[in-house]
Every structure is written in C-alpha cells, then in structure tokens.
T-cell receptor, first 113, second 113 residues
Framework: DQQVKQNSPSLSVQEGRISILNCDYTNSMFDYFLWYKKYPAEGPTFLIS?????DKNEDGRFTVFLNKSAKHLSLHIVPSQPGDSAVYFCAASEVTGANNLFFGTGTRLTVIP | DAGITQSPRHKVTETGTPVTLRCHQTENHRYMYWYRQDPGHGLRLIHYSYGVKDTDKGEVSDGYSVSRSKTEDFLLTLESATSSQTSVYFC????????????FGPGTRLTVL
C-alpha cells in the first residue's frame, strides 16, 4: 500500500515558467518530508526538505509547501530551467531521524526550452 | 557529491544463482542503506546498517541478506536470485544526526533471467 503518492507521472513546463509538483500522503505519523531529483543512470539527489512544524521552506529557485491538514505537499520551481528536467521523488519519514524513508513513485518533469 | 560507489553497475544473471552487490563510501558515515527501485513503487528499503556488524530489515527484506564488516563497505546478497528481484538497486548513506536525509549512490541495474 503506497503511503506516499505522486499522482502525476509526468509534467511538461515551458522554460521560465513555474513547475509545481504534487505529493500526497496517508500516514498521519509522517513528520519530515523530502524531495529528491533523479537524472537517468544516476542515483537520487537530495533537493530540499521540510519539517512538519513548518509550512514552507525555500532554497533558491525551489520552495516546498506543506499542508498537514490536507496531507499534501508541493514543490515549486521558479523559474524552471531545462536542466531541471528529471524525475522528482517525494519522500517522508515518521520521526525526524528515522531510518525508513517512504518514497512516492516519482514525477517526470520536462522543461521545454 | 557524496563519495559513494556501487559495483557492479550492471549485471545479468540467471535464476537460482547467488549475487552480491557492493556499496563503498569514502565519507565515513555510520548509516548505510540498500533500496530497490521498481516502476509503480518508487524506492523501497531492503536493509540498513547503523554500524559495523549492526544491520536491520527494511520494508522488502525477504530474499536478501546484508553484511557490513567495515565502515566503508555494505554488501547486499541475493542468495538465490529470482526474476522478481530484477530491479535497480541503490545504496545510500547518512549521518547519525540526520538519518532522514540520505545520499545515494549511482545504482546497480540487475537483471535476473
């Protein structure tokens, strides 16, 4: 049973526009959330994270929003660049510092020049 | 980039044969993990290690064993490979203070015929 869900397998965005990737979760015990980016033939790369005590975290062009009541988080990329084209995975853990990360199935982002 | 290598990067084997995958890190991180990535499932934790000779099971540990005799090496063994173990395997590492933020190796693509 998938506890972290990314319902959009793919997303295409024009260069310079905003990319919004969504993630939903079912486990109310999750309290730490991460986004990873993955290029073909490489391992996932940590991008940004957020603790459940916050509702927003920014790092340059990347912002993650958390809505705990809706069990929903989103990753905003502004402005989108062709180099952002990759598969993005959402992940969650039950307790900060826990060993088991639960991953979504990924969303393939294509940024069109 | 975290200093993580995996070997081999690609392997084709036959059902019933033993297979060992190796993860090597140069970061001296205490925690190491093995995940598998499959379409429709994202990444799922197989086993993890929290120190030399200290290991524990993850979400999908059946059919796999691990060993860690040195801080820098974490081995994943399929005692008798099956076709359902065809997958891409990723190793990850993390620091004890932040086990929820994990850094991944480049992956090993295993095909069991």
């Amino acid at each position: 049973d998938q506890q972290v869900k990314q319902n959009s397998p793919s997303l295409s965005v024009q260069e310079g526009r905003i990319s919004i990737l969504n993630c939903d979760y079912t486990n109310s015990m999750f309290d730490y959330f991460l986004w990873y980016k993955k290029y073909p033939a490489e391992g996932p790369t940590f991008l940004i994270s957020i603790s459940s005590i916050k509702d927003k975290n920014e790092d340059g062009r990347f912002t993650v929003f958390l809505n705990k009541s809706a069990k929903h988080l989103s990753l905003h990329i502004v402005p989108s660049q062709p180099g952002d084209s990759a598969v993005y995975f959402c992940a969650a853990s039950e307790v900060t510092g826990a060993n088991n990360l639960f991953f979504g199935t990924g969303t393939r982002l294509t940024v069109i020049p | 980039d975290a200093g993580i290598t995996q070997s081999p990067r690609h392997k084709v084997t036959e059902t019933g044969t033993p297979v060992t995958l190796r993860c090597h890190q140069t970061e001296n991180h205490r925690y190491m993990y093995w995940y598998r990535q499959d379409p429709g499932h994202g990444l799922r934790l197989i086993h993890y290690s929290y120190g030399v000779k200290d290991t524990d099971k993850g979400e999908v540990s059946d059919g796999y064993s691990v060993s860690r005799s040195k801080t820098e090496d974490f081995l994943l063994t399929l005692e008798s490979a099956t076709s359902s173990q065809t997958s891409v395997y990723f190793c990850a590492i993390s620091e004890p203070s932040r086990t929820d933020t994990q850094y991944f190796g480049p992956g090993t693509r295993l095909t069991v015929l």
